[in-house]
């Protein structure tokens, strides 16, 4: 490449490289009336970094049963905040030290949503799901107690029928309580009757037992169940998997609450990371002098892909987990660059190669390992992704995500950025801080 | 290469074992360290809440600063001053590893005191005390699933790209850095959660990383003609003397953002950029000696 496509190309590269700097970074105002908030500022961050919402749970005057195991509260209370997708909540039971008070109060720290009031009473709200069955209409009689009934339940979305709109959910039955329900069917059919099948939540009717079913409601275990509104339909299918809440309570107080972690912690982590990328940038440009550059450029190149893909990739909530994976990527992506590195130094100084073709036989024998070292840690990002759930699946998210940005920044950027400054460094071998070294 | 320095010393093995074993002990027989959040006993610790009525002129300010002298002078230490605001700054918590029931009506005199020294006569504080009920750690299982699921995985693309020694020697590596994370997370008593997944995950993430691109030099190194004569635990003691900058460096920048999480002095900051900083430890030691260990292990001594 010529020196002057060179800079040309460079040039335009930098100029990119400053506004993205400068759009991930700056806050200035555009026009007289609106603002332009940094991409940094938009990076939506969850209750342990922001803070958010805490919800105090009392038990009701109604609770019949005395609370055995708050813990199993609170695990339900956990399983279904994480069904409505939040991740770095707390749930905490708390009562007072006083001998007397025997009850604890149930305390929910939660990011602030729109949706967060409807969410947390979803959340708390009581009741196991009943099976009552009977060959007359609006039967009593319970069936299926003490069995384990529901193997899921589903929200599937709205159902649209003219000028109708239901919202639908499933409940798939296990083996054994299918098998019940179809004898039950068949038994009744056979008396030359019919079948009549009530779904209880509570209080709450899911399926109205007036009008009998036959065994072609069901459709491979499942049994479809409609509702007037989505908050209901979404209840409805969280609450029957999650199981019933078994003590009833109430939503005492609603209040604003600081981060757990203390004041200012999502800006100090902010910070820590950026003196984690400086002193790197600084410790790879004195220990590889012209390659630490070109390191430092691609390193910079990632750090700002990987904000923004923060932004860009829906739904991604930022927890200190979070904070940890980016810290661990950007280790990988320095680490995946050094890997070349040293592999073209090597190259060089051990063989009777030119700069260049010392340059272009390091980025094929590096090839291998840095890709290994990104899958292997994808690998990882992957698995925790799709098994875990809070902190650590946010870490997963940004590790893994910082592993496909690094394998792009190793095998792409840093061959760009070599192709682009070499042509105009005048003596290669110092540049690179390379010598060859006698046999 | 004579006398091989890694692989053939019992440095890795001694070092290892020395801190799995001391570290299983303590945990077997004191548990996890903890915070007031995640203990080990049956109470998880004490939340003491300080409120005034009203946000009037300095009262929160007031609030904080004579709740937090009262604690200094009592001797009481809160958890690290993670400090929580409630209800729009109007109430404060405080975590305890211990139960101060004892100074709370003291606390409320002492903080109404303050106000009305500070002219603030309408404003009316309270203090009270709740206990937290202890938990153990949640979805542990599902992280074994995803540890072992990504263990199969890895082993079978390591097992293509660097056969089977190179397999072997990665997810042994990843498995040492979690079991010596673990260990050490007994040892130096850093409180086991919020962070202990993320940690267990980094540290066997790190390890497999750094292992695979180190086995992957090995088999490099033991193809080239001036090896040729030389067996597997020399070539890999020669390749891990050029890797050690690498390893070097790696383990400062560990150390070095373990340091700036840590530096701003906030106590869960603090828990992860130790963590971080023991991660990041056991995956460079397990990477540096155990993969190399493994690999020369399998390949024999003799080309």
């Known amino acids: 490449m010529s020196r002057g496509k060179s800079t040309t190309l460079l040039t335009i590269i930098g100029v990119v490289l400053a506004v993205l700097i400068a759009l991930t970074f700056a806050t200035f105002p555009v026009g007289e009336v609106s603002e332009y908030t940094s991409a940094l500022g938009a990076i939506e961050l969850d209750y342990d970094l922001e803070g958010g919402k805490a919800y105090t749970l009392k038990l009701s005057e109604e609770n019949e049963e005395e609370v055995k195991d708050v813990n199993q509260v609170l695990d339900t209370l956990e399983y279904r905040l994480t069904a409505l997708g939040y991740s770095a909540y707390s749930v905490k039971a708390v009562k007072n030290t006083d001998p007397a008070v025997l009850d604890y109060d149930i305390r929910i720290e939660v990011k602030e949503t729109e949706t967060v009031d409807s969410d947390i009473e979803v959340v708390a709200a009581f009741g196991e799901v009943a099976f009552y069955g009977g060959t007359s209409a609006n039967p009593t009689e319970q069936i299926l107690e003490g069995e384990k009934v529901v193997e899921s339940a589903n929200y599937l979305g709205a159902v649209t029928s003219g000028t109708t709109t239901a919202y639908q959910m499933t409940i798939k039955f296990t083996d054994d309580a299918y098998a019940y329900i179809i004898n039950a069917i068949e038994a009744a059919e056979v008396d030359g009757g019919s079948y009549y099948l009530e779904v209880k939540l509570g209080d709450q009717v899911l399926l109205s037992g007036s009008s009998a079913i036959t065994a072609s409601s069901f459709y491979n275990r499942l049994l479809y169940i409609t509702s007037q509104n989505e908050a209901g339909a979404k209840q409805m299918a969280l609450q029957v998997t999650s199981g019933g809440l078994a003590y009833q309570y109430e939503i005492d107080s609603v209040e604003d609450i600081s981060s757990p972690y203390g004041e200012g912690v999502a800006t100090k982590c902010a910070i820590a990371i950026g003196v984690l990328f400086l002193v790197l940038m600084v410790a790879i440009i004195v220990i590889y002098k012209g390659f630490g550059w070109i390191s430092a450029l691609s390193t910079l190149a990632f750090m700002l892909l990987e904000i923004w893909m923060l932004i860009a990739v829906p739904g991604i909530v930022l927890s200190l987990g979070g904070v940890v994976g980016i810290a661990a990527a950007l280790l990988l992506a320095v680490y995946s660059m050094i890997i070349t590195a040293d592999r073209i130094k090597e190259e060089y100084s051990h063989s009777e190669k030119t700069v260049k073709a010392a340059i272009n036989r390091g980025f094929q024998q590096s090839l291998v390992p840095v890709i290994s070292v990104n899958v292997v840690v994808g690998i990882i990002a992957i698995a925790l992704l799709a098994f875990t759930s809070g902190t650590v699946k946010c870490f997963a998210i940004t590790l893994g995500i910082g592993a496909v940005i690094s394998l792009i920044s190793a095998l792409l950027f840093t061959r760009m950025f070599t192709s682009l400054i070499m042509p105009l460094v005048k003596n290669k071998e110092k540049f690179l801080n390379m010598k060859k070294v006698e046999a | ?303």
């Open chain 2, 1 to 303: 290469m004579k006398n091989s320095k890694f692989c053939k010393t019992k440095f890795f093995i001694v070092v290892t074992l020395a801190i799995v074993l001391v570290g299983m002990a303590l945990v077997g027989v004191f548990g996890f360290g903890g915070t007031s959040d995640y203990p080990n006993d049956n109470v998880a610790g004490y939340e003491v809440t300080v409120s005034v009525n009203h946000n009037a002129g300095d009262a929160v300010s007031v609030l904080k600063t004579s709740s937090e002298e009262f604690f200094k002078n009592k001797g009481l230490e809160f958890v690290g001053g993670a400090t929580q605001q409630l209800d729009k700054g109007k109430t404060l918590i405080y975590k305890f590893t211990t139960d101060v029931s004892s100074f709370v009506e003291e606390l409320e005199v002492y903080v109404g005191e303050k106000l009305v020294a500070a002219d603030l006569t309408s404003v009316k504080a309270s203090a009270e005390i709740n206990v937290i009920n202890a938990r153990g750690f949640s979805g542990v299982w599902w992280l074994v699933l995803a540890c072992g699921i990504a263990v199969v995985a890895i082993f079978i693309y390591a097992l293509i790209m660097e056969k089977l020694a190179g397999a072997l020697a990665t997810v042994f590596s990843g498995a040492v850095a979690a079991l010596l994370f673990i260990s050490l997370l007994g040892i130096t008593r850093i409180s086991a959660a919020p962070f202990v997944a993320v940690g267990i995950a980094m540290s066997a993430a790190l390890a497999c990383a750094l292992s695979v691109a180190t086995v992957n030099r090995f088999k490099v190194e033991s193809k080239n003609s001036e090896n040729l004569s030389l067996s597997a635990s020399e070539v890999a003691d020669k390749v891990l003397a050029k890797e050690k900058t690498k390893y070097i460096l790696f383990a400062a920048v560990v150390a070095l953002t373990a340091i700036a999480l840590a530096a701003f002095m906030l106590p869960y900051l603090m828990i992860a950029g130790g963590q971080f900083l023991l991660a990041g430890v056991s995956a460079t030691f397990a990477a540096y000696f155990g993969s190399a260990f493994i690999w020369a292990a399998v390949k024999g001594k003799k080309k």
